[in-house]
């Protein structure tokens, strides 16, 4: 929007533009709504809604003017994410088994979303299909070998019924652990 105009969100307010420690435009309308004048609403809005979301707060990860990054966010993953879950990032500084997949990709996002989902924490999908769009395969770690989990689920008569009724983050931690299966 603001290569097109100023005007596609700001009304001038007859003060001179720009001008130190003045605002010369006010918005036409208040954040979110100015957001949704562009960006579908109900595209966003699930069952399970990201709390700045929910509370219209959109500018609390995306720079309206201008960004470096993607989708014009403050900062990429997980540091844009950690800066409000600073829990998560304590605890992924100091476990002894991080999960990977917070440091590879899209980092966060490669399991959440970041506005709303129809699934708790605003998974991307459900557990443990979530989980199992990665685990579809040995992966490497520190000279072991995670199995296919995919493979060995699907070929199994019988399930662990943690993994059949709750998921895998029942037993491991979706963020890592001290353990090294997590």
């Known amino acids: 929007p603001v290569a097109n105009s100023c005007l596609n969100c700001h009304v001038s307010n007859g003060e001179t533009h720009p001008k130190e420690d003045t605002e010369g435009f006010k918005l036409i309308k208040p954040v979110p ?26 500018l609390s990860c995306h720079d309206v003017h201008s960004s ?3 989708h014009l966010i403050n900062s990429k993953p997980p ?27 899209k980092a966060c996002l490669n399991c ?3 506005h709303a989902s ?5 998974l ?7 989980c199992l769009s ?4 040995p992966i490497i770690v520190d000279n072991r070998t995670i199995p296919d989990m ?3 689920i699907s070929g199994s008569k019988y399930l662990h019924g943690a993994i059949d009724n709750n998921g895998c983050s029942v037993c491991h931690d979706p963020h890592g652990s001290n353990n090294r299966l997590m």
Do not use: R, W, Y
């Open 33 to 58: 709504d100015l957001c949704f004048s562009c960006h579908e609403k109900a595209t966003i809005m699930k069952e399970v809604v990201h709390p700045p979301l929910k509370e219209g707060d959109c």
């Open 79 to 105: 540091g844009l994410c950690f800066s409000c879950h600073n829990d998560l990032q304590n605890k992924v500084d100091t476990v002894a088994t991080p999960h990977g997949a917070l440091k590879e990709g």
């Open 134 to 137: 990665c685990h579809n395969k």
């Open 112 to 114: 959440h979303s970041p």
């Open 150 to 152: 995919k493979k060995l």
């Open 118 to 122: 129809s699934e708790k924490k605003v």
């Open 124 to 130: 991307l999908q459900s557990q443990p299909d979530l």
């Open 68 to 70: 470096k990054n993607e």
